[in-house]
């Protein structure tokens, strides 16, 4: 792990409502950019096209209406399928050089599942330096994708300055 005796930085996200903010075709451009097999492809967007939510208020329930963004909550695999679209936070974190902590050979920049994400760095002010890099061509490149996990990394660090 890091110089200092194994100790690290961490920044633990949970996006709030990103289940319900997801864009459909974004994930169906990574799916297909990763490789997925385009029957699982098709079978995920009949899916998420045949999507509908109702609202509860009280002890009342309203009729169902059809949504067009978000993946189902209660769905096994929803968790999977956000994943996917924000994969590439690993990738873009490591060509930017941002953060990180050293294991073995390799350096290990976010852990996540579902909507929960950690940022590790093994030094403060690499955390610091995770917190400006939402203004450089990653987030151009990613915006579609990630533009909630930037909202968030934004508040985290303008709370740290």
């Known amino acids: 792990m890091g110089k200092q005796e194994g100790k690290m930085t961490a920044v633990f996200?949970?996006?709030k409502a990103a289940f319900d903010t997801v864009d459909r075709?974004?994930?169906?451009?990574?799916?297909?950019?990763?490789?997925?097999?385009?029957?699982?492809?098709v079978r995920v967007e009949e899916m998420l096209r045949e999507t509908k939510s109702r609202v509860r208020a009280g002890k009342r329930i309203g009729e169902?209406?059809?949504t067009a963004r978000g993946v189902r909550q209660v769905c096994p695999i929803s968790p999977t399928l956000f994943n996917i679209l924000i994969a590439d936070l690993e990738e873009e974190m490591e060509r930017g050089g941002w953060g990180g902590v050293?294991?073995?050979?390799?350096?290990?920049?976010?852990?996540s599942y579902a909507d929960d994400v950690v940022l590790m760095a093994e030094e403060e002010q690499d955390m610091r330096a995770m917190g400006a890099f939402q203004q450089t061509d990653t987030e151009r490149h990613c915006v579609t994708q990630l533009n909630t996990v930037y909202g968030c990394l934004k508040e985290q660090y303008n709370s740290w300055t």
């Open 13 to 15: 996200i949970d996006l």
């Open 64 to 66: 169902k209406f059809w």
């Open 25 to 41: 075709e974004a994930v169906v451009k990574a799916m297909q950019e990763r490789g997925v097999r385009e029957g699982l492809v």
């Open 102 to 111: 050293r294991l073995g050979e390799r350096k290990i920049y976010t852990l």
